[in-house]
């Protein structure tokens, strides 16, 4: 999902067919400057690629005419949307249709706003309000628009379809069933898989980052180098785990969606590629904690516990 960087850019992941009418699809890392009026996409996450890398490509806001659904056009490309440019058209595939929404949203308003009228906050935010039974007043998606340092930011105010599923558990839902396009994830071991997908991981050493493969059982956590790999790099066993939680430390390291996954013999320092995904890996990190030891207990306390038995015999 689209989210605000610490520069109050809008930023994520997409999916690009570079070569125009290639069909192929490629990886990339989005932000959307508007003070620099440009669209720019990098291999990466410019905070996990070497000093002063360069953007792979960029469009000028100013060029873009419009942006809308494509799946008509392109119907074997899932969550599919064209941006008109001159006289190219670039398609980009979503991770799923209210990222589709989102970025289209996000990407129409920025050609047309570049310095933001009060009265245009004030518009935008109470042709948006909903009732209070949950149904919005204005179709056709229940999004709140709001200008935010002259970007503007797209927020869902409440949901339709999946009655029995609250918003939290439908985002966990889907995320669980297909991580984001290229996190393919591995075949299912003995022990049942709770959540799998690319991460960033400082090194313990060098104290580089590099992209890598995590998968959450019931007992570990693993990861590998890509998701094609048989063989962890590493296993942190679960029982090891202190605590996972938000970084405290990410101003320092200058690091967004940054957590942290404390032992008692090294903290982990984990970069998500979305504040969305963050909470995610910590909520289901945590979750597969309490699983295994019950409620209340710390590995802390399971280590002086089994310290205390072995000292009896």
């Given amino acids: 999902m689209p989210y605000v960087d610490r520069q109050n850019r809008i930023c994520g992941f997409l999916d690009i067919e570079e070569i125009e009418n290639s069909g192929k699809f490629l990886r990339r890392y989005f932000i959307l400057d508007t003070r620099a009026d440009s669209l720019l996409w990098y291999m990466d996450n410019p905070q996990n690629l070497p000093s002063g890398a360069s953007n ?38 979503a991770n799923d249709q209210q990222d589709l929404v989102e970025w289209v949203n996000i990407l129409n308003k920025a050609t047309k706003i570049t310095v933001p009228k009060q009265s245009d906050v004030l518009l935008n935010t109470d042709n948006q309000s909903c009732h209070a039974e949950g149904q919005c007043a204005r179709k056709p998606g229940p999004y709140k628009t709001e200008i935010i ?7 869902q105010t409440c ?21 984001l396009a290229y996190f393919i994830g591995k075949p299912a071991s003995d022990l049942a898989v709770i959540k799998s997908g690319y991460c960033v991981k400082q090194g313990a050493v060098m104290k580089n980052w590099k992209r890598r493969y995590f998968i959450l059982d019931e007992n570990s956590i693993g990861y590998y180098k890509s998701d094609l790999d048989k063989e962890p790099l590493r296993t942190i066993p679960l029982k090891e785990v202190n605590k996972v939680q938000e970084c405290k430390q990410r101003d320092i390291l200058l690091r967004d969606n940054l957590f942290e996954i404390v032992t008692n013999f090294r903290t982990f320092y984990v970069q998500a590629d979305s504040p969305e995904d963050m909470h995610n890996w910590i ?25 205390e038995i072995v000292t009896c015999h």
């Fill in 149 to 155: 340092g002259g970007v503007p930011i797209i927020t």
């Fill in 283 to 307: 909520k289901a990190i945590s979750g597969a904690i309490v699983a295994q030891r019950g409620p209340g207990r710390s590995a802390a306390s399971r280590v002086k516990s089994d310290s």
């Fill in 56 to 93: 792979v490509g960029a469009l000028k806001l100013t060029y873009i005419s419009k942006v809308s659904d494509a799946t008509k056009q392109r119907p074997k490309a899932e969550y599919c949307f064209v941006i008109n440019a001159g006289m190219r058209k670039h398609f980009l595939q």
């Fill in 159 to 179: 949901q339709e379809g999946h009655e029995n599923l609250d918003g939290n558990e439908k985002s966990n839902l889907k995320r669980s069933q297909s991580q």
